[in-house]
């Protein structure tokens, strides 16, 4: 009984810490970093801003989990795509698929990036730096694998710009899309990223 009380707990916890980080990046990315105080986003989930401290020392570090978490997700998606995937060519077909759904799910956090991360403290921002470093190479490497007529610098360069093509989904899709549905919008992100890749 004691057990099973824990870890409902636990649940409910991790249930608020990610409510209060789904909330956080809402309202950072419609207001600013700047313009958004731990009471906001208390209120945002149902609780006092002061209660947010149980899950994170203060708002620096709320956007830090935001922007830690995302960039460690999209370095371990990527790495999962070269495990399934063995050709190049269907390495670089899931990475692209993968990363469109990124950039379809999180608008928000795509937003939050762009504009505040000068605002987090220099421990999360080097972290940040050196897991999008990662993430960069691991599609590089697929592109020199594709490509080994390229240098690699001309091939980190297409990366760079496919992300910037992928991640414009703020502007794309939201808040008044010009593109109607997901669906299309997946279609077209994803043939633009690969003819731009292979061009």
Request: a neutral charge; glycine letters at 8%.
């Amino acid at each position: 009984m004691t057990s099973e009380l824990s870890t409902d707990r636990g649940r409910a916890k991790a249930d608020r810490r990610a409510g209060i980080l789904q909330a956080a990046a809402r309202l950072f990315a419609e207001r600013g970093y700047n313009a958004v105080s731990l009471e906001d986003i208390g209120g945002a989930v149902g609780v006092s801003g002061p209660a947010i401290y149980r899950h994170f020392a203060n708002k620096q570090a709320l956007l830090g989990a935001i922007l830690v978490s995302v960039s460690e997700g999209l370095l371990a998606g990527g790495l999962d795509v070269l495990e399934r995937e063995s050709s190049p060519p269907r390495r670089l077909e899931e990475l692209v698929r993968f990363h469109v759904d990124f950039a379809l799910a999180d608008v928000e956090v795509i937003r939050v990036q762009d504009r505040e991360l000068s605002s987090l403290g220099d421990d999360d921002r080097h972290t940040v730096r050196r897991l999008q470093r990662e993430y960069v190479e691991l599609w590089t490497g697929v592109l020199h694998a594709l490509r080994p007529d390229r240098s690699v610098d001309e091939l980190r360069v297409r990366a760079h710009a496919c992300f910037g093509l992928l991640n414009s989904t703020p502007h794309s899709t939201r808040p008044a899309p010009a593109i109607p549905d997901d669906a299309t919008a997946r279609r077209v992100l994803e043939q633009m990223a690969l003819a731009a890749l292979r061009a």
